[in-house]
């Protein structure tokens, strides 16, 4: 049942969906599978072919209202799917990219620590995904709002994945790569300012490997250097 379930739902994530449409039309054209004479039931079986590892590999995770799947500043271990339910991300305003802090930051209490946007996924929607596919910490606490009923992917078997289907990950980038974050925006520009990084597009996959492996620290005005 699991497996149904889950097939339903890697099918409504767009960036899984984006994916496995485009390698099932690869795989269709190429000469050696006939060159492109294929019906829409050769591609929807096609789809449904790529889709059964991928969710042969997810485990049930079930959650219940207000529970933490994923704080924020810790080490990343899996890729999560939305099956059933709803997830709150909480993004802290501090460091969205902290690899460290210093003393200074860590005395400033009140009104900023308790700053935070807030956004709800629904079905169909994966979270973890910057930690894993970056290697760093992640970048936001995901917690349950509902009852829930989760696709997990853990690092060894999400590699599995993308090592049979590498165009799954270049497809969860570029998910990544649309995010609207605030702190996100605010490093792109910083680095822009910078004469060796002005040449890189928006969406160039460099920036955002640079990004993501920034070891940053939050000072406040007057802490030294």
């Known amino acids: 049942m699991s497996v149904e379930i889950f097939t339903s739902t890697v099918k409504k994530n767009l960036q899984f969906k984006s994916a496995i449409q485009s390698i099932a039309r690869d795989t269709l054209n190429n000469p050696a599978n006939g060159g492109g004479k294929y019906s829409q039931r050769d591609i929807t079986n096609k789809e449904e072919e790529l889709i059964r590892p991928i969710v042969q590999r997810m485990d049930t995770d079930l959650k219940e209202p207000d529970a933490v799947i994923i704080e924020q500043y810790s080490e990343g271990n899996a890729i999560y799917l939305i099956s059933k339910g709803e997830c709150l991300v909480i993004v802290s305003e501090d460091s969205q990219f902290k690899g460290s802090v210093t003393s200074a930051s860590k005395g400033k209490k009140g009104d900023d620590e308790k700053k935070k946007e807030e956004k709800l996924l629904r079905p ?96 406040i005005k007057g802490a030294e250097l």
């Not at 969406?203 to 492996?213: A, E, V």
């Open 124 to 219: 169909g929607y994966l979270f973890g995904e910057i930690s894993i596919v970056y290697n760093c910490l992640t970048t936001a606490t995901v917690q349950a709002k509902k009852y829930c009923n989760l696709g997990k992917l853990t690092l060894e078997k999400y590699r599995e994945i993308i090592t049979m289907q590498p165009k799954i990950q270049d497809e969860i980038k570029t998910g990544i790569y649309e995010y609207n974050d605030k702190m996100l925006n605010f490093i792109k520009r910083s680095m822009k300012q910078v004469p060796y990084f002005q040449h890189l597009a928006p969406d160039d996959p460099i920036l955002y490997d640079i990004i993501y492996l920034l070891d940053t620290k939050t000072m």
